[in-house]
């Protein structure tokens, strides 16, 4: 009876979603693109221009504000619970990592609150790579080893996660410890330049997208040298010409062999102009002309960052879906968000778990199956 009930909520019913940490509604996204009908999406969401994009692209979103305010009795049945608590306290990129400690990853204990009241037919968590200890325990919690999915076999971008699910193939070892057997997606070969809608790009895919990237450098040398020497960022350059003038001009030193001390931000603009100075870190400070000549390939014209569009190319978002966002308020949440296509692709295994079950709600009408 079980299994009728499982079978007929996955085709004809639709499912009940309850989204944690929901951003702008990824998971809603995938679910479509799968072609898994939906029921009711219950959302939880605190962030003002997550829900503004959520409402506006799924209006039948039922939002529920605060993850520690839900209660699973105040729910209808949970076929499906999704979530990607926050990262921060595991991200490798930052030097401290409280972990499961941190004020903001601890709120996967949130989700695994949820997971055991609403006892979902089926459930996700993604998360960031993260040190082995800490990986350990949350698979430990939720009953399954993760598969590692990274984001650039199926977009131009690179982002490599982990996903915890019960949705597709599992494997089990000796002591019955179960990890996640999804198998990798076929590469899809896309290119960052295949994304850009003019420019050149030297790279063949772009860094993974970050909340960061909704505060961009706005000085061309600025931005140049952490895209350059630390490939912190992604950029986009007017042409191939440019990109190679630009890049032996920072390697001839600019701007680490001098610089123009600029009045308006060194004293506060109280500093009159005739002040101004060049000064350099290597002794000595080329001439003003030469100086100035090197300076002149890296104009605004010449260099930018993603546009908003190309940003929803890379985590694979319909076009246009962000759009009653500004520019850098849309890289904060897609940055923040999941690549649809990678959370699509395991969605697409559920599929494969429908068909499993009606095999069997077929035996047991005709008294086939023991």
């Not at 506006?56 to 990607?84: C, M, W, Y």
């Not at 040398?221 to 950029?235: E, I, L, Q, W």
């Not at 100086?291 to 014209?301: S, T, Y």
Request: glycine share 8%.
């Amino acid at each position: 009876m079980e299994t009728e009930t499982t079978f007929n909520n996955f085709f004809e019913r639709g499912l009940n979603v309850l989204s944690l940490f929901d951003g702008m509604s990824c998971g809603q996204l995938a679910l479509h693109k799968a072609g898994i009908k939906v029921n009711k999406y219950f959302a939880s969401e605190i962030k003002e221009h997550g829900i503004k994009v959520t409402q506006h692209n799924f209006p039948e979103t039922i939002q529920l504000g605060d993850v520690r305010n839900i209660k699973a009795s105040d729910l209808p049945k949970i076929d499906l619970l999704i979530g990607g608590s926050p990262c921060q306290d595991f991200s490798r990129g930052n030097a401290v990592r409280d972990g499961l400690q941190g004020e903001k990853s601890s709120l996967f204990y949130e989700y695994l609150r949820l997971l055991k009241e609403c006892e979902p037919t089926y459930w996700l968590l993604e998360n960031v790579v993260m040190d082995a200890e800490q990986e350990m325990i949350i698979s430990e919690l939720v009953g399954t080893e993760p598969v590692r999915i990274n984001s650039s076999l199926l977009s131009a971008q690179l982002r490599d996660r982990l996903y915890w699910t019960n949705i597709g193939p599992a494997s089990f070892d000796l002591f019955g410890n179960r990890t996640c057997a999804i198998p990798q997606p076929k590469d899809k070969k896309i290119k960052l330049q295949d994304v850009l809608e003019d420019g050149f790009t030297d790279r063949e895919k772009s860094r993974a997208l970050l909340e960061s990237d909704s505060r961009p450098l706005r000085t061309p040398t600025k931005m140049f040298h952490r895209y350059y020497s630390t490939g912190f960022t992604t950029v986009v350059f007017k042409d191939e010409n440019i990109y190679k003038e630009m890049k032996m001009r920072y390697e001839e030193g600019l701007p680490g062999e001098a610089q123009q001390l600029n009045p308006s931000t060194e004293s506060g603009g109280q500093q009159p102009y005739m002040q101004n100075r060049v000064y350099s870190d290597k002794g000595k400070a080329p001439c003003l002309t030469q100086f100035a000549n090197r300076l002149m390939i890296f104009q605004k014209e010449n260099i930018r960052y993603l546009t908003q569009t190309e940003l929803e190319r890379l985590q694979t978002v319909p076009e246009g879906y962000t759009s009653i966002l500004k520019r850098d308020d849309a890289a904060c949440l897609l940055g923040d968000g999941w690549t649809v296509d990678v959370i699509a692709y395991i969605f697409s295994f559920l599929k494969g778990e429908g068909k499993k079950l009606l095999k069997v709600e077929t035996e047991l009408s005709n008294g086939t199956r023991m």
